[in-house]
């Protein structure tokens, strides 16, 4: 049977269906989504829950001239899907392929880049100023769900647009989850919204939509007289209903909440709220994982699932597989937190992704989901500290980003102790370029108090948790997405010294000091550095390992000590070789006057955005594996070229 996506190269032929054609487009959508995700993961939930609401959004706005600003973006698969990407869909998230999430480079239809959350209020409002600055005529539409509401970024981007007063839509996608529930007071006040009957706004919108009359461009004073009347009867409905009052009195026309599913309805509705002048919001309220049970039943569980079997909907998992790194941590968070009641969990809307659930379980008092909020964490985390707690902070690498001045200011400026846990750190595959943890050594080891390490494995990692808890001070470890190296557990938790890198191979200093090179990993990249070392040795080379442990304080002893005998020198580091662990060396030997001495190589990745694709691609690609590590302190033995260079 032919499809009607098959049919679909943009909005245009959408504009064309008729409304039964609409109803099969979207169940044919929901298919080709599922379908596609199953073979190799991606966002599900998501993106069942607003093939309604997107179709919608393209039939009445005149998209791309009209713009549509997506918050996050891991819910624009129907966007794409309807915007002349349908035949690339299959390849998406995969190296080569489409983005997971929004990209201006891949289509006009991506009016703003987007993956993390919060920020399409805040872009579509500097495109709304823009267009009126220019004297251009379209209009401006951010979608942004329930729980990237809960961001500081929007919040103030509200702050800002309710008093600017620019023709300015925004679509609140409302389905009571982040990836978990969602939380917070802004929520629950949403909760009673959502109660509310749907008519009376209803009503009101297309009573002021008529009253927009007063836009038209001929329009007498008695016309404009009857239309402001009836806008502020109106605003009757609005008291009578409560719903949206708060964001009423900040400044918006607020309408819903409405079926988020019922297409007839949304497209009347958005084709009424294209006629409202200043910024408005429209409640709509979906179900996440619609259409499909599996889904429907268990959002979070789906909301980014691996790949998976349509049919049974079950998510493809090898059994024996090592824990993840997320695991180990949770455990052993849960394990230090079972004898020592001041130990407290935050998370930023990720409960699931960082383990910290196992927090919750346990201690429900003593773990706080702030919502996607990485800002305040930070400094929630540092009043937390400053009460007389231990606060461990865990945030990915990438969200850590947003909190950069908060762990200046109010964490390290007032030496606090609070711990943060990234996850995530590294490559993290087929989120691409705005998830990658790769930025973290850098904007940690510049900061004053701050103290920074890595694992080379997950029994490194709890003794690093435990090392971290009770130190004192800001201090942070990185650790990996995805499956640890499945190495045996100690039962008891060993304090690490600070500033102590561990001597691999050779075992002892002085046999370390007659090696060809010395290769200092940091993190996981430890396991590919001794493999590397392994099998230069079959041919002649001998290179010590060294696990780093810490960035910073660096453990200085032992490398100027082998760095001056040795003078041979590689790093690795999976991050980003601008300011990493290798600068760190760099600048070790640099100030000790040792630059000239020593050949220095530092693999990690070079000044450019990585890609999205699998972890094992891009690990092949920039050379962080352990033959790339082979290869480069075989040409340095090798080769007479001094001074240091970024390994590629
Ligand atoms: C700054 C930041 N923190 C965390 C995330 C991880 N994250 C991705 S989707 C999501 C939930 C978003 O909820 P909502 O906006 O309601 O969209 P829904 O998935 O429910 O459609 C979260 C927390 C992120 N993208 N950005």
Redesign the pocket.
Known sequence: MTRILDSIDGPAQLRTLKPAQMRQLAEEIRREIIEKVSVKGGHL??NL??VELTMALHAVFNTPDDLLVW??G??AYVHKLLTGRRAQFHTIRQFGGLSGYLRREESPYDVFGA????TSISAALGLAVARDLQGKDFKVVAV??????T?GMALEALNNAGSLKKNLVIVL?D?E???SD?VGALHHYLSKARQVETSPSYRRLREMAKGSINKLPVVGDKAREVAGRAEMSFKNFVMYSKSGQIFEELGFKFFGPFDGHNLPLLMDVFENIKRIEGPVIVQVITK?GKGWEYAENDSTKW?GPGAFDYATGTITKNAGDPPTYTEVFANALVELAEKDQSIVGIT???AE?TGLKKMHQRFPERYFDVG?A?QHAVTFAGGLAVGGLRPVAAI?ST?LQ?AFDQVIHDVCMQDLHVVFAMDRAGVVGEDGPTQHGVFDIAFMRIIPNMKVMAPKDENELRHMLYTAIYMDGPVSLRYPRGKALGVPLDATFQKLEVGKAELISPTTIEEAEQQDCVILAYGTTVAQAEQAAKELAESGIHAAVVNARWAKPLDEELILRLSKKVRRVVTVEDHMVAGGFGSAVLELLEARGLLHEVDIRLVGYPDRLIEHGAPSILKELYGLTSSHIKDVVHNLVESESKGYELAH
Do not use: C, T, W
């Open positions: 939930a998501p829950g607003v918050d996050i891991h819910q993956s993390h959350a919060s942004i769900g329930d729980g990237a509401l961001g996608n389905n989850k982040s990836i969602n996440k909301h930023a809307a990720m992704g996607i990485e990915y969200f947003r």
